[in-house]
């Protein structure tokens, strides 16, 4: 089961000129297309006089979701070509952005096609490229004579605690690579007196 993915650590920009057209790309790390919206909205406001605002995004670890906009540009000719920049770096939950301000010479359609993808792959060309684990996470319940027990696989298995309450009865919140899911919750199911549950 594929449980990695790559996306982008920080903000990254871009440029391409083309017959005094500029290009200005941007590149976000993203979780939601809340945030998408959020993030076209504020850059609408900064750049009002530009001309178009196209954009492509990606998000989950499957890549299943995703969007191309050509905000006004021809068919196909902004949107689709960031996007295809997305899918060649393989990276998700990002949104690329290309605002164009207009220099009075038309570009056609394949000049709009090359300018909007070389100007998303100078964004992605300064953006650090990380890898991330898909990860699922789990509730363990238990009573405090079983404490031991529990850390010392927690420890062993050297999985991710999130929180921990210790009352009289303890509850522990960990994180675990998805491939690994299925063992590792065999192993906490297997003690008498442990309750485990994934989380959503």
Known sequence: MEDIY?????NSTG?????????????????????????LKNLKKEHHNARHHCYAWRL??????????D??????????????????????NILAVVVRYFGGTLLGANGLINAYRSAAKEALENAEIIEKKVEKIFSLNFSYNLLNEVMGILKNEKLNQLEANFMEDCNI???VRLSEAGRIEK???KIYGVSIEGKD
């Open 71 to 92: 905000d006004g540009e021809p068919s196909s000719t902004a949107g689709k070509p960031i996007l295809g920049q997305l899918v060649s770096y393989n990276v998700t």
């Open 15 to 39: 440029l391409f000129k083309d017959k005094g057209s500029k290009f200005i790309s941007y590149a976000y790390p993203v979780k939601s297309e809340d945030e998408v919206k959020e993030i």
């Open 173 to 175: 919140l960990f994180s």
């Open 187 to 189: 192993i906490f199911s």
């Open 6 to 10: 790559y996306t982008i650590k920080k």
């Open 60 to 69: 989950g670890a499957e890549k299943a979701r995703y969007r191309a906009n």
